[in-house]
């Protein structure tokens, strides 16, 4: 295999694109989904390249053998575990860190993967310093370069044994330059992270943004700017985009015979108790019914 093209039309497609990766996707704003993942296979590493067309909230683990190095290619940039990254910057991702990165319309980012053990040993970053950003343009213009090139030779055929090498010296470079040391994050940032947390361990209950306002002990305008702040997106529309995510997972189960068979079941599960409104919130995210996405109908 020399490249992976593939051109998604789902979340749930988009998060099974890169083999070996950890990810789901939920949609913020609606429309039709478009998304695109081009990957490139180089020795001990891989290139690849993502677009995807709404703005979106994506979960993510790193595997644990690999390090990855992002760059952010979106004009407005995005938010990685609530810290904002503009457009151009690049970022180091230890090997099996988990984040959370919110992104606006018009997503794109290029990235080099390598396996951990290609790095020398004292070069390998810890996993206790989770992201780091790297402030060199030069080393951000090479690697978009690099990204560009081998993505370009792999789709005539496999990379030369030379590509890992490459990848490996761009990785190293990265780590070198970046941060040396993150300043604390602000007592805003800290509350969110709970209440993110505390979200996606109850999306069954029918929350509100009140009560992710005691979570955190602010109230709720306070919250409202600390979501703006630190993630692009609101409370109530973080709230309502992860919940429907997870009802349409729910429903793409129950189509395939592994889960529930109503849409009823589905609504109550994830805190929908007004049916009606849930169906119409639902047809505005995804253009289509909840009962279309349960019989797998999917609308031309």
């Known amino acids: 295999m020399s490249i992976v093209a593939v051109t998604t039309r789902d979340a749930d497609e988009q998060a099974s694109a890169l083999p070996g990766w950890s990810q789901t996707y939920a949609q913020v704003t609606p429309g039709r989904f478009a998304g695109r993942l081009e990957l490139a296979l180089a020795g001990t590493g891989s290139v ?11 979960r993510l683990v790193i595997p644990e053998a690999t390090v990855a190095l992002a760059l952010v290619r979106s004009p407005a940039g995005l938010h990685v575990d609530g810290r904002h990254l503009p457009g151009g910057v690049l970022m180091v991702t230890p090997a099996g860190t988990a984040h959370e990165i919110t992104s606006g319309p018009g997503h794109e980012l290029m990235a080099i993967s390598i396996d951990a053990a290609a790095l020398p040993e004292g070069e390998r970053p810890d996993p206790r310093h989770g992201h780091r950003p790297v402030a060199d343009t030069g080393l951000a213009a090479r690697a978009a370069a690099i990204v560009e090139a081998m993505l370009a030779h792999a789709h005539a055929g496999p990379l030369p044994a030379s590509a890992g090498a490459t ?18 994050p602000p007592a805003s940032l800290e509350r969110l992270a709970l209440v993110r947390a505390y979200v996606h361990e109850n999306l069954e209950e029918p929350l509100s943004v009140g009560d992710l306002a005691r979570v955190a002990g602010v109230s709720t305008r306070a919250l409202e700017a600390a979501f703006a702040r630190h993630l692009g997106v609101g409370p109530k529309a973080y709230l309502q985009s992860l919940r429907l995510a997870a009802t349409r997972r729910a429903l793409k189960q129950g189509a395939t015979g592994g889960g529930p068979t109503t849409v009823t079941d589905v609504a109550y599960r994830y805190g929908f108790w ?23 109908v999917r609308p031309h």
């Open 48 to 58: 690849f390249r993502e677009a995807i067309n709404v703005a979106h909230i994506e």
């Open 167 to 184: 990848l490996a010296d761009v990785v190293i470079a990265a780590i070198t330059t970046w941060e040396p040391a993150r300043p604390e």
């Open 274 to 296: 007004h049916l009606s409104r849930f169906a119409e919130h639902y047809r505005t995210m995804y253009g289509e019914s909840p009962h279309q996405t349960l019989r797998g």
